[in-house]
């Protein structure tokens, strides 16, 4: 069975500071994907990431870059110079990959970050 | 971003009533699915849709609950005798483009069922 666990319940950071959001994941597949998605408070479940399981190359898409690590099954989020408007729920989810495209993802329990000015 | 939309954006209704949440997903879009996230909790899979069909469903989608796609755009979940537990934002995404496989499931903004 697949599990996505996200220790940190909620962080605190002022504006500025780098802030890394930590996801640990458990599956018995080898081809898997990995996701981040943002809820802001309106509620709505934003994409941010997808990455495969053979793709261990970090990304960097503006302020936000992604470290996939294998070895450790894990995939941590890290904002740099956080602003107010960061201010969400982050998730991080998982899905086992075995059809084209259509399978179900395992979230993890969230991160709340808040971000202060 | 390809928008899937969902009506009602809140739903009150009284335990032992039906309820049918609506989504109209992209239109390419070959997979469909509900997810359900109860306040400040983490967000949980129903159940995905596939080809008129239900492709996979979790231990929380019993009986009570039942998902159709009459008219090949509008995808609606209904819940037949509701309970307090219930009560959650319901999300419909969809996923898997005719043109493109892609692995990304994109949100609809949610349904708040409130059941009192």
């Known amino acids: 069975a697949q599990k996505v666990t996200q220790a940190q319940t909620e962080i605190s950071v002022v504006e500025k500071e780098d802030v890394t959001l930590d996801c640990v994941y458990e599956?018995?597949?080898?081809?898997?994907?990995l996701f981040w998605y943002k809820q802001p408070p309106s509620g709505e479940l934003v994409f941010l990431i997808r990455?495969?399981?053979?793709?261990?190359q970090n990304e960097i898409s503006g302020r936000y870059s992604w470290n996939f690590q294998k070895s450790t099954s894990s995939f941590n989020f890290t904002i740099t110079a956080s602003q107010v408007v960061d201010s969400a729920v982050y998730f991080c989810?998982?899905?086992?990959?075995?059809?084209?495209?259509?399978?179900?993802?395992?979230f993890g329990g969230g991160t709340r970050l808040m971000v202060k000015p | 971003e390809p928008e899937v939309t969902q009506t009602p954006s809140h739903q009150v209704t009284q335990m032992g009533q039906e309820v049918i949440l609506r989504c109209v997903p992209i239109?390419?879009?070959?997979?469909f699915y509900w997810y359900r996230q109860i306040l400040g909790q983490k967000v949980e899979f129903l159940v995905s849709f596939y080809n008129n069909e239900i492709s996979e469903k979790s231990e929380i989608f019993d009986d009570q609950f039942s998902v159709e796609r009459p008219d090949g755009s509008n995808f609606t979940l209904k819940i037949r005798s509701t309970k307090l537990e219930d009560s959650a934002m319901y999300f419909c995404a969809a996923g898997g483009d005719r043109r493109e496989p892609t692995y990304e499931q994109y949100f609809g903004p949610g349904t708040r069922l409130t059941v009192t």
């Open positions: 599956t018995r597949d080898t081809t898997y994907y």
């Open positions: 239109s390419n879009h070959l997979y």
């Open positions: 989810a998982l899905s086992e990959a075995y059809d084209n495209a259509g399978n179900m993802l395992t």
């Open positions: 990455r495969n399981s053979f793709d261990e």
